[in-house]
């Protein structure tokens, strides 16, 4: 692989990272971006300014969806170093949704070098107050200017940075969950545990009507029985029932979290039991009414950890409480969250240290 070459604007001033950031409202001044194409591979990797993309009318992306792309983040921690957090579990997720989407791999040790030296180049971008953290967007999508249903014979790498603040504007509060079976989001053997953009463009419609009816997202269920749950929009979902800890199983419509990886890791850890198995909606609300149901919770990237308080389903309502300090989703945010600044014991070696080396500006 080249080396990197480094296009790197001066800024006239220093960082300001604004006061009340939002979710994918800011960016940084740099971007890492690289070219692939047949006899020359991934080449030209090269850091340079933010800019915006000059593309063809007929670049295929646009037309048959073939793109990919991860969501990771990079912390300040108590020390004041900047490091990413379970960088090379997405990294490799990146490789098996290029697989999928036949997209070429990229070299996961390269792009761990590339991610490292752009955070480290934008780490006065690193916000450090609570629930705040540098977003890190990869994403790889094919450059063919061709209009014709086939792969890509030419891609285009690039990983964008953002400031970000809490991803719901509830922030760590309980959201209301919709569970519906008006529509489908994916089914086995298809794209469902892919990270690319159809599956969320899938997803756009039924999240609309939810949100008209006052819910934050909506709970999908399986497509072909309509019964058992799956995940919701922008996360993993658990349910802690009285003898268990229950999330659905990875079969091929669920998107392997990395979170929900590390929240199953830190629960079986502490001796819980945890199960991934299928899981009804209807012995959800069953197991309710016998008070067997404890709380409900997302597992993602952008918000770590989600305390359901509201899940509905065809008008039958299933209310949480959270007053608790011990309870067990805040608990998880709570040392989750930790682990990400090094504020304890990175026990798992989930933190990658950016490169101090890196270029500065």
């Given at each position: 692989?080249?080396?990197?070459?480094?296009?790197?604007?001066?800024?006239?001033?220093k960082?300001?990272?604004?006061?009340?950031?939002?979710?994918?409202?800011?960016?940084?001044?740099?971007?890492?971006?690289?070219?692939?194409?047949?006899?020359?591979?991934?080449?030209?990797?090269?850091?340079?300014?933010?800019?915006?993309?000059?593309?063809h009318?007929?670049?295929?992306?646009?037309?048959?969806?073939?793109?990919?792309?991860?969501?990771?983040?990079?912390?300040?921690?108590?020390?004041?170093?900047?490091?990413?957090?379970?960088?090379?579990?997405?990294?490799?997720?990146?490789?098996?949704?290029?697989?999928?989407?036949?997209i070429?791999?990229?070299?996961?040790?390269?792009?761990?070098?590339?991610?490292?030296?752009?955070v480290?180049?934008?780490?006065?971008?690193?916000?450090?107050?609570?629930?705040?953290?540098?977003?890190?967007?990869?994403?790889?999508?094919?450059?063919?200017?061709?209009?014709?249903?086939?792969?890509?014979?030419?891609?285009?790498?690039?990983?964008?940075?953002?400031?970000?603040?809490?991803?719901?504007?509830?922030?760590?509060?309980?959201?209301?969950?919709?569970?519906?079976d008006?529509?489908?989001?994916?089914?086995?053997?298809?794209?469902?545990?892919?990270?690319?953009?159809?599956?969320?463009a899938?997803?756009?419609?039924?999240?609309?009507?939810?949100?008209?009816?006052?819910?934050?997202?909506?709970?999908?269920?399986?497509?072909?029985?309509q019964?058992?749950?799956?995940?919701?929009?922008?996360?993993?979902?658990?349910?802690?029932?009285?003898?268990?800890?229950?999330?659905?199983?990875?079969?091929?419509?669920?998107?392997?979290?990395?979170?929900?990886?590390?929240?199953?890791?830190?629960?079986?850890?502490?001796?819980?039991?945890?199960?991934?198995?299928?899981?009804?909606?209807?012995?959800?609300?069953?197991?309710?009414?016998?008070?067997?149901?404890?709380?409900?919770?997302g597992?993602?990237?952008?918000?770590?950890?989600?305390?359901?308080g509201?899940?509905?389903?065809?008008?039958?309502?299933?209310?949480?409480?959270?007053?608790?300090?011990?309870?067990?989703?805040v608990?998880?945010?709570?040392?989750?969250?930790?682990?990400?600044?090094?504020?304890?014991?990175?026990?798992?070696?989930?933190?990658?240290?950016?490169?101090?080396?890196?270029?500065?500006?």
């Amino acid at each position: 692989m080249e080396k990197i070459k480094y296009l790197i604007k001066e800024r006239p001033t220093k960082v300001q990272i604004p006061e009340n950031l939002g979710f994918g409202l800011t960016y940084t001044d740099h971007i890492f971006e690289m070219d692939y194409e047949p006899g020359k591979d991934w080449h030209n990797p090269t850091i340079k300014p933010i800019e915006n993309l000059l593309i063809h009318p007929a670049t295929m992306f646009i037309h048959y969806a073939q793109a990919i792309f991860e969501g990771l983040k990079a912390f300040k921690t108590t020390s004041g170093e900047a490091v990413m957090f379970r960088a090379d579990r997405h990294i490799a997720r990146l490789n098996r949704s290029a697989k999928r989407i036949c997209i070429p791999e990229v070299d996961p040790q390269f792009v761990m070098h590339a991610m490292s030296e752009l955070v480290s180049i934008e780490k006065d971008w690193i916000p450090t107050r609570e629930q705040e953290a540098l977003y890190i967007r990869p994403f790889i999508y094919g450059s063919d200017e061709f209009l014709g249903v086939r792969p890509s014979s030419k891609y285009k790498f690039i990983i964008l940075l953002s400031p970000v603040g809490a991803y719901y504007p509830e922030g760590f509060k309980p959201v209301k969950i919709l569970a519906q079976d008006e529509f489908v989001r994916a089914v086995r053997k298809g794209m469902g545990e892919c990270k690319t953009p159809a599956n969320y463009a899938a997803s756009l419609l039924a999240g609309k009507k939810a949100k008209e009816q006052g819910f934050t997202q909506v709970l999908w269920l399986d497509a072909i029985e309509q019964k058992y749950i799956e995940e919701v929009g922008t996360m993993n979902i658990f349910v802690q029932f009285k003898n268990e800890i229950a999330t659905p199983k990875l079969l091929g419509t669920v998107l392997p979290g990395i979170t929900r990886e590390s929240v199953i890791q830190i629960l079986r850890d502490r001796g819980l039991t945890v199960n991934e198995r299928l899981i009804s909606i209807n012995e959800v609300m069953d197991e309710y009414k016998k008070g067997n149901v404890l709380r409900v919770f997302g597992t993602g990237t952008a918000a770590v950890i989600s305390p359901v308080g509201l899940l509905s389903y065809k008008g039958f309502e299933m209310k949480f409480d959270y007053s608790d300090p011990n309870d067990l989703a805040v608990d998880l945010f709570k040392e989750i969250t930790a682990m990400q600044r090094a504020e304890v014991e990175d026990r798992y070696n989930w933190l990658t240290y950016v490169d101090k080396k890196g270029v500065e500006v």
